[in-house]
Each structure stands twice: as structure tokens, then as C-alpha cells.
Nanobody, 115 residues
């Protein structure tokens, strides 16, 4: 199974940047689609971004133009570069692997945007 593990969260000021990583050994070989989701306190989980194995990328309207998803297949890693962060981006960010054998979530990494 392709088990994602996230890293890179933390505290950042509004307007700042953070780079989240999701390492999922085997996602390239298994041709999985990789996604980022987030869940703010007291709110439902929200889809953020998707990258297909072929490289196509998709973003929610709330992050389009500020976030960039990319993959390093040699390292089985997906990166979410987050720029121009806003307080409303504060959430637990989780990586999801969608593979033919099933879907798996990582445990998440906390992002807090605050001055």
C-alpha cells in the first residue's frame, strides 16, 4: 500500500510561504493520483489540489494562483508550494493517495497563518 507521510507545516505570517511535502513510497510505480486536502478547526475537510501521474494539476478556487502542486517521481514525493498565505489558510493539511488498490490518507501537518 502507498502510505503518505506529510511534512513541512508550521507557523507563518500572513503573506508568507510554506512548502509542504508528501512522501508516498510506490505512488509512481502504482500510478496513483495524489491530492492535498485541508481541514480547519470546526469546518469540513476541503479539497485543495490534485496532481495526476501524467502531470496534470488542478486547484480549488480558494488557492488558485497562490499554491502550486508538483511531484518528484524519483523520490515518490509530492510538494505543495504555498505562497501569499492568508489566515484563512490555517488548517490541518493532509495528503491522499488514490491508487487502483485503494485510497490512503496521511496523518497531516498543521499550517497556521498568523501574525
Amino acid at each position: 500500500q502507498v502510505q503518505p507521510v506529510e511534512s513541512g507545516g508550521g507557523l507563518v505570517q500572513p503573506g508568507g510561504s510554506l512548502r509542504l511535502s508528501c512522501t508516498a513510497p510506490g505512488f509512481t510505480q502504482n500510478r496513483c493520483t495524489m491530492e492535498w486536502h485541508r481541514q480547519a478547526a470546526g469546518k469540513q475537510r476541503e479539497w485543495v489540489s490534485t496532481i495526476w501521474i501524467g502531470g496534470s494539476t488542478f486547484y480549488s478556487d480558494s488557492v488558485k494562483g497562490r499554491f502550486t502542486i508538483s511531484s518528484d517521481k524519483s523520490k515518490d514525493t509530492v510538494v505543495l508550494q504555498m505562497n501569499s498565505l492568508k489566515p484563512e489558510d490555517t488548517a490541518m493539511y493532509s495528503c491522499k493517495a488514490l491508487c487502483s488498490g485503494g485510497n490512503l490518507w496521511g496523518q497531516g501537518t498543521q499550517v497556521t497563518v498568523s501574525s
